[in-house]
């Protein structure tokens, strides 16, 4: 198969992964309307051709939270993202690291933070989800600060997790799971090889580390269906804030009330983020939900988006938003089930030369200069 696009990979995905985990990648939470809707509307923002204002030299470098890095892209958190790719983590890391961007390691990573760190041999920016057993939150945030993680990536939008129904239809969780997931494994030879039975141990490395006995499939969606924490406010998060040293960044914000209050809350940055329309299903897409919250929130914090961006025109056009950087999701899972860190690093490539031509034609030499202005 031929992929020299970014959208190619998704194809060459499904292609390669066992059903029940590109659904679980590709699916979003009952209608998948608001998943449907990062895409559409962030497709239909148009951007100004300029002309004759010599781009000879453009340059995607930028720098945020005191961090250089290649292109103002960063890698989101994939719960079980080591299930796409032997070891897949690992082999995200290095292709980020490669291509100097940073990488957010998720709570429910297959690989432990510390193989993640080890392997590419810089710190992982680390993503927390709030559960319950603040035992786990505290270990997993004194693991990421002694691997040398300085960015705290804080996880809100998951109070009770989302209606994936595809996870149902597909053996992800529902009725035979795990015989269904077997059978569809087997029709995926190269898969089972070299994920099914080369990638293991298949359990969750950080929970692993806590709980000190490995952790499979069906006790990652057990311990973490009994452990989000619904009765959870910003009051309960001031302990994490006082105990994090480094910056700290609240993902899953798609309302400026609740962007007010992150700032009030002290944080250094927000992701705005509906999980990839995986939560709450009609609500904004984040391309609608991001203008209103850069105007409510000014330079007060740092604001990162995610959700559809497939393109490097797509970055271009969140930047153009107002956002300082973007996270990709299912956008890097496609290219790693594909083709591992190697399909990985191609599809950086191809956001970065994407994100060139666009600023060309915009009539832009740096991502500094792009704002409101490169909007028509
Ligand atoms: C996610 N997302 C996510 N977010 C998070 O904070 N921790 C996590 O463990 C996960 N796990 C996860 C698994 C899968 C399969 C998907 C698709 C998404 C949300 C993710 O970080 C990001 O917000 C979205 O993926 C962005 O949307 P796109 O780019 O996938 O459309």
Request: with cysteine.
């Amino acid at each position: 198969m031929i992929l020299s696009s970014p959208l190619d990979y998704r194809e060459a995905a499904r292609r390669r992964l066992p059903r029940f985990l590109f659904d679980y990648v590709d699916g979003g939470a009952f209608g998948e309307e608001t998943m449907a809707a990062n895409r559409a509307d962030l497709s239909a923002i148009r951007l100004r051709q300029r002309v004759l204002r010599d781009v000879s030299a453009p340059s995607l470098e930028t720098s945020l939270f005191g961090e250089r890095m290649a292109m103002p892209v960063l890698l989101a958190p994939i719960g079980l993202g080591g299930m796409m790719r032997r070891r897949g983590e690992v082999q995200v890391a290095r292709a980020a690291c490669r291509a100097d961007i940073p990488y957010i390691l998720s709570t429910v990573s297959v690989c432990s933070a510390a193989e993640v760190t080890q392997s590419c041999g810089r710190p992982v920016w680390f993503q927390l989800y709030v559960l319950k057993d603040r035992g786990f939150m505290r270990h997993a945030l004194e693991r990421a600060q002694a691997l040398g993680a300085t960015k705290l990536v804080f996880t809100v939008d998951m109070p009770v997790p989302g209606a994936r129904y595809r996870d149902a239809h597909s053996g992800m969780s529902g009725p035979h799971a795990p015989l269904r997931r077997m059978m569809q494994a087997v029709g995926r030879p190269g898969w089972a090889w070299d994920v099914g039975l080369r990638g293991r141990p298949h359990d969750l490395g950080n929970i692993t580390d806590y709980r000190g006995q490995p952790t499979s499939l069906t006790d990652y969606i057990g311990w973490l269906g009994a452990n989000f924490d619904p009765a959870i406010t910003w009051r309960d998060l001031e302990w994490i804030r006082d105990f994090w040293k480094g910056e700290m960044i609240v993902k899953g914000l798609l309302d400026p009330d609740d962007a007010r209050d992150a700032v009030r809350f002290g944080a250094d940055g927000i992701i705005v983020s509906n999980h990839g329309g995986r939560q709450l299903d009609g609500a904004l897409s984040t391309a609608r939900a991001l203008p209103a919250i850069v105007d409510a929130v000014g330079d007060a914090l740092t604001v990162l988006v995610d959700g559809g961006i497939r393109t490097g025109l797509d970055v271009v056009r969140m930047l153009a938003l107002g956002a300082r950087g973007v996270l990709l999701g299912r956008a890097y899972i496609y290219a790693l089930a594909a083709r591992g860190e190697q399909g990985v690093t191609h599809l950086l490539n191809l956001i970065a030369q994407g994100m060139t031509v666009s600023m060309a034609l915009n009539g832009v030499r740096s991502v500094g200069e792009i704002d409101r202005s490169s909007l028509t």
